[in-house]
C-alpha cells in the first residue's frame, strides 16, 4: 500500500535532528502560552515599587525566579504571558499573510494576462519597502495595538507568498492533470481550488512555519518602537523597549531574559520550518 504524503513526510521529519529540535520548542511554546494561567507564578502586571530590580536565582531569590522589573513586577510571569502574546501574533499575521498571498499568487499564477501583471505590479510596489518600514506605514494608518499590529505583519507578507504561489502555481497549470480537468468541464475556480492548490500545499507550509519567527521578530521590533501591544501588556518587544534605559545599570536580566525568550522561539520555528523544507521539498529530500 502506497504512503500517504503526511506520514512520509513525518517518517522523514523524524529523522533530522534539529527538525525534532526546533518541533519540540514549538510544542513548549504552544503549551505555555495556552496554559500561562496555570503555570504562571504571579500576576504578570501586578506591582510592587517595594519589590523592584530584584535579582532572580542566581541571588538566591526563589520568589521570583528570573527576578523583576523596574516596577516590580515578576519577570517570569511576563515571559510566559509574553510566549502567548507572541505566539498570537505570529500565527494570526502569518493567517492573513497566507491567506492573501496564496490566493493573489495561485489567481496571478493561474490566469496569467492583465490579471497576473496587476497582482505582480501591485507585489512590486510593496516590495519597495523594507518589511518593517511596511509594518510602520500600516500602524500609522490603522493605529498602534496588539490587532493592528496582527494586520501589519500580516500584509508586509503578502508579497513575499505572493510571488513564491505565483512561480509554483505556473508549473502546476501547464500539467496534464490541469488540461484533463479544463477538458471534462471544470471550472476556473474549481480548478485552482480543487487542482492547483493542493499542488502548492507544500510550499505554502513551508513558507508559514518559517513566517512565524519572522512575526515573532517584527512584533518585538514593533513593540520596541511603542507601536506593538502597549502597557502594561506582557509582550517580548515592549519589556525590551521599557528596560532600554537600565541595560547599563547592572539589571543585565531585564532586558537579557526577553530577548533569550525571542531567540529561542524564533530558532524553534526557523529549524522546523527547514526540516519541512528538507523534507517536502522533493529535490531536498533523501531517502
Known sequence: MEESFFKGTLRHLKRSKSAML?????????????????????????????????????????SNFLGTDQFGRDLLSRIIYGARVS?????????????LG?????????????????????????????????????????GRGLDK??????????PQITRVVRS??????????IEAARAIGSGTLRTMVVH???NVLSIIVIYATLS????????????????????PTAEWGAMLASSNDYITGGFWW????????????????????????DVMDPRLRRD
Open 22 to 62: 526546533g518541533l519540540s520548542i514549538v510544542i513548549l511554546l504552544i503549551l505555555v502560552g495556552v496554559f500561562a494561567p496555570v503555570i504562571s507564578p504571579h500576576d504578570p502586571i501586578a506591582q510592587s515599587l517595594y519589590n523592584n530590580f530584584k535579582p532572580g536565582f542566581w541571588a538566591k531569590n526563589y
Open 87 to 99: 505566539l498570537s501574533v505570529g500565527l494570526i499575521a502569518t493567517t492573513i499573510g497566507v491567506l
Open 102 to 142: 496564496s490566493a493573489g499568487g495561485i489567481i496571478a499564477g493561474f490566469l496569467g494576462g492583465w490579471v497576473d501583471n496587476l497582482i505582480m505590479r501591485i507585489v512590486d510596489i510593496m516590495f519597495s519597502l523594507p518589511s518593517i518600514l511596511l509594518a510602520i506605514i500600516v500602524v500609522a494608518v490603522l
Open 149 to 158: 499590529t496582527m494586520i501589519a505583519i500580516g500584509i508586509t507578507y503578502v
Open 168 to 177: 509554483k502555481t505556473i508549473v502546476v497549470r501547464n500539467a496534464e492533470y
Open 196 to 198: 492547483v492548490l493542493p
Open 212 to 231: 512565524i519567527g519572522s512575526a515573532i521578530i517584527d512584533a518585538a521590533a514593533l513593540g520596541f518602537l511603542g507601536l506593538g501591544a502597549q502597557p
Open 254 to 277: 531585564i532586558a537579557s531574559l526577553p530577548g533569550v525568550a525571542i531567540f529561542i522561539s524564533v530558532l524553534g520555528f526557523n529549524l522546523l520550518g527547514d526540516g519541512l523544507r
